[in-house]
């Protein structure tokens, strides 16, 4: 009935759903009156986030339920343990995205389907028509969960071509399965795009892909480049501080991986099991790294770690009798070293969150004494729920609800609503994450990002810092 405009740019349909369940089981599965009903779930936003973090949880523990289901038959205990050990301390993102749900909670979940399906592969000598529709199944979901997961067709594709490649009477089967693979790869999408997404939407997803495809920076914002070696340099800069461990390790463990398997592979002539694993797991890893060093942000290398067990198997699967030990013992070393670097970082992240909150609630009692009658503007991601409104309202899309709220906002606004709104703004809420200091907002060409047109700093205007944020004055016309 309304655009879907919450599924556009990443298609992340399972988060999507879970924050729908979230919300139907905090008591609110139907709206009657909009504004009611709004204003209803906003009072009680603390249930609907408990759930939401209680459903996030649950889909790492099934995750983790499916990677032990799957993985069982091939390796022992111990070797699954540390495997699993290392995706939760190789980074603290992955911790970190089920205590405040997103795409990357999902994760583990479709790297253990992509096991799953690899080891399919690793089955079939004779390539049935199922393992490559079974493929483009799993494929389709890594990519209508986010975009940088398109890495697992990529992989899959990798392991197909190591398991049938390399006989003649395999590879008319490898051509018709890949055939097979991409047209329902291509038809699943596609009937999602239509039927859920909308075509519209759809359409729309597709061309920010492709932005964030050829350009840099964060969403495809920066230099039209496909990759830049300034966003390049950040990121790796950034490890350090983040504690992001996740991403040298895939991508150097991953890449030594998928080259010893494929050296291996080029030497023998003759597919094997361990090396087709090797192979994809390899370049799932190594691929996940580089997307994320192209668009680099801390909660994205949770998307990472999750690559990491199937490495972890893959060595112990290709390193055989004492050399599986081996490779054992450096995975439990590397593990020992990042846990407590890793912890340390986490314990901060919270800690910090926790007082930002408390810091928030006391900036947002001083802005309403502040700003007298003044209309006041909540720009991009200050963490007030005057925000929020309009991050809500502008991906529900629902036009009614969007009415209701104009004639109801109490005297603020947001960077999402501001073109909707006919009063002169007389203050501006600026988040101290994008602009740090008085010098920043101050030389800042637009400091409201968001909004429908820039605004700056003006003669006469008064700048006051608060504790998270800043609050720009306009002077009071008489």
Same mark, same amino acid.
């Given at each position: 009935?309304?655009?879907?405009?919450?599924?556009?740019?990443?298609?992340?349909? =399972?988060?999507?759903?879970?924050?729908?369940?979230?919300?139907?089981?905090?008591?609110?599965?139907?709206?009657?009156?909009?504004?009611?009903?709004?204003?209803?779930?906003?009072?009680?936003?603390?249930?609907?986030?408990?759930?939401? &973090?209680?459903?996030?949880?649950?889909? @790492?523990?099934?995750?983790?339920?499916?990677?032990?289901?799957?993985?069982?038959?091939?390796?022992?205990? =111990?070797?699954?343990?540390?495997?699993?050990?290392?995706?939760?301390?190789?980074?603290?993102?992955?911790?970190?995205?089920?205590?405040?749900?997103?795409?990357?909670?999902?994760?583990?979940?479709?790297?253990?389907?992509?096991?799953?399906?690899?080891?399919?592969?690793?089955?079939?000598?004779?390539?049935?028509?199922?393992?490559?529709?079974?493929?483009?199944?799993?494929?389709?979901?890594?990519?209508?969960?986010?975009?940088?997961?398109?890495?697992?067709?990529?992989?899959?594709?990798?392991?197909?071509?190591?398991?049938?490649?390399?006989?003649?009477?395999?590879?008319?089967?490898?051509?018709?399965?890949? &055939?097979?693979?991409?047209?329902?790869?291509?038809?699943?999408?596609?009937?999602?795009?239509?039927?859920?997404?909308?075509?519209?939407?759809?359409?729309?997803?597709?061309?920010?892909?492709?932005?964030?495809?050829?350009?840099?920076?964060?969403?495809?914002?920066?230099?039209?480049?496909?990759?830049?070696?300034?966003?390049?340099?950040?990121?790796?800069?950034?490890?350090?501080?983040?504690?992001?461990?996740?991403? =040298?390790?895939?991508?150097?463990?991953?890449? @030594?991986?998928?080259?010893?398997?494929?050296?291996?592979?080029?030497?023998? #002539?003759?597919?094997?099991?361990?090396?087709? &694993?090797?192979?994809?797991?390899?370049?799932?890893?190594?691929?996940?790294?580089?997307?994320?060093?192209?668009?680099?942000?801390?909660?994205?290398?949770?998307?990472?770690?999750?690559?990491?067990?199937?490495?972890?198997?893959?060595?112990?699967?290709?390193?055989?009798?004492?050399?599986?030990?081996?490779?054992?013992?450096?995975?439990?070393?590397?593990?020992?070293?990042?846990?407590? =670097?890793?912890?340390?970082?986490?314990?901060?992240?919270?800690?910090?969150?926790?007082?930002?909150?408390?810091?928030?609630?006391?900036?947002?009692?001083?802005?309403?004494?502040?700003?007298?009658?003044?209309?006041?503007?909540?720009?991009? #991601?200050?963490?007030?729920?005057?925000?929020?409104?309009?991050?809500?309202?502008?991906?529900?899309?629902?036009?009614?609800?969007?009415?209701?709220?104009?004639?109801?906002?109490?005297?603020?606004?947001?960077?999402?609503?501001?073109?909707?709104?006919?009063?002169?703004? @007389?203050?501006?809420?600026?988040?101290?994450?994008?602009?740090?200091?008085?010098?920043?907002?101050?030389?800042?060409?637009?400091?409201?990002?968001?909004?429908?047109?820039?605004?700056?700093?003006?003669?006469?205007?008064?700048?006051?810092?608060?504790?998270?944020?800043?609050?720009?004055?306009?002077?009071? &016309?008489?």
């Amino acid at each position: 009935m309304y655009p879907a405009n919450g599924l556009t740019n990443h298609p992340g349909l =399972p988060f999507y759903f879970l924050t729908w369940s979230a919300l139907a089981l905090s008591g609110y599965p139907f709206a009657s009156t909009p504004l009611e009903f709004f204003h209803a779930v906003l009072e009680h936003i603390r249930t609907y986030q408990l759930l939401a &973090i209680a459903l996030a949880a649950l889909v @790492g523990a099934c995750s983790v339920y499916l990677f032990v289901r799957i993985t069982a038959s091939l390796v022992s205990a =111990p070797v699954i343990v540390l495997s699993i050990l290392l995706w939760m301390l190789s980074t603290p993102g992955t911790v970190t995205t089920f205590l405040s749900p997103s795409n990357e909670s999902f994760a583990f979940a479709v790297n253990s389907l992509f096991l799953f399906s690899l080891f399919q592969i690793t089955r079939d000598d004779r390539g049935m028509l199922k393992t490559f529709v079974l493929a483009a199944a799993v494929s389709s979901i890594a990519y209508l969960n986010k975009l940088s997961y398109i890495y697992v067709p990529a992989a899959l594709c990798a392991a197909m071509i190591a398991q049938y490649g390399f006989s003649r009477s395999n590879s008319v089967r490898l051509l018709g399965g890949l &055939i097979v693979f991409s047209a329902m790869f291509v038809a699943i999408l596609i009937a999602i795009g239509y039927f859920i997404i909308g075509w519209n939407d759809f359409r729309a997803l597709l061309n920010f892909h492709r932005a964030v495809a050829l350009g840099s920076g964060l969403y495809g914002a920066g230099s039209q480049t496909v990759v830049s070696s300034d966003e390049v340099l950040s990121a790796f800069r950034a490890i350090p501080s983040d504690k992001t461990f996740a991403l =040298p390790i895939a991508l150097i463990g991953g890449a @030594g991986l998928s080259l010893t398997a494929g050296l291996l592979l080029l030497r023998s #002539r003759q597919p094997r099991p361990e090396l087709t &694993i090797a192979i994809g797991c390899g370049v799932a890893s190594a691929l996940s790294a580089l997307f994320v060093f192209k668009h680099y942000a801390f909660h994205y290398s949770a998307g990472v770690s999750a690559t990491l067990p199937g490495c972890v198997i893959a060595f112990h699967l290709l390193m055989k009798g004492r050399l599986s030990r081996i490779a054992t013992l450096i995975a439990a070393s590397v593990t020992v070293l990042v846990a407590y =670097p890793v912890a340390l970082r986490l314990q901060s992240y919270l800690r910090n969150h926790a007082e930002l909150t408390k810091a928030a609630v006391l900036d947002r009692d001083e802005i309403r004494n502040l700003t007298g009658s003044r209309v006041i503007e909540f720009a991009y #991601r200050v963490p007030f729920p005057e925000y929020g409104e309009g991050f809500v309202l502008t991906y529900a899309g629902i036009q009614p609800l969007t009415a209701a709220y104009l004639g109801d906002r109490r005297g603020t606004t947001n960077s999402f609503a501001e073109a909707l709104v006919h009063e002169d703004v @007389g203050a501006y809420v600026i988040d101290k994450n994008y602009f740090p200091t008085a010098d920043a907002v101050k030389a800042a060409s637009n400091v409201d990002l968001l909004g429908p047109k820039p605004v700056q700093y003006q003669d006469g205007d008064t700048l006051l810092e608060l504790r998270t944020v800043f609050l720009l004055l306009r002077p009071v &016309i008489q």
